[in-house]
Every structure is written in structure tokens, then in C-alpha cells.
């Protein structure tokens, strides 16, 4: 149940990071915003969406193979399932 939780929240804010990353940041006038910025942002944004997928990945396989370990797994794979 707890890698449920984290799994929806990381889908979440890759659903943020993507919209951060396709938008166009009309925020901040083009004059003021150096290349510098505007990299390190986008780079930023990539690194957190490449986090938040590894996350939902993670969750994801231990929900799929983590209940299958612990039912036919070797003795004393419950400890190490759970």
C-alpha cells in the first residue's frame, strides 16, 4: 500500500515536471532571461522528470514482484519483501 502512495505522487509531479517543460515561460520578459537561466531550468526540469519516472518504476516492480517473493520466495524472503 505505501508504494502505491509514493508511485501516485511520483506520477504526479512528472505530470508537473512534463508541463514545466512544455511550457513557455511568458513569465519573465525574453530581455531578462540569459541562455544560462533558461538551461539550467530545462535541465533541472529533465533531471526531476527522470527522478520521478525511476520512482514509479521502482514502486512499480515492487508491487508486481514483491508479494510473488515473499508467497514462493526461499525461506526467510519475507523479511526481505517486506
Known amino acids: 500500500k505505501c508504494n502505491a502512495i509514493i508511485a501516485k505522487h511520483a506520477a504526479f509531479f512528472s ?3 512534463w508541463s514545466a517543460l ?3 515561460p511568458a513569465w519573465l520578459p ?3 532571461t540569459s541562455e544560462t537561466k533558461r538551461f539550467f531550468f530545462y535541465q533541472f526540469v529533465v533531471i526531476a522528470l527522470c527522478f520521478d519516472l ?3 518504476v521502482v514502486t512499480s516492480w515492487c508491487m508486481i514482484f514483491g508479494p510473488g517473493l515473499a508467497i514462493r520466495g526461499p525461506p526467510g524472503s519475507m523479511k526481505r519483501a517486506v
Open 54 to 56: 525511476l520512482t514509479m
Open 22 to 24: 512544455t511550457m513557455t
Open 30 to 32: 525574453a530581455a531578462v
Open 15 to 17: 505530470l508537473v515536471a
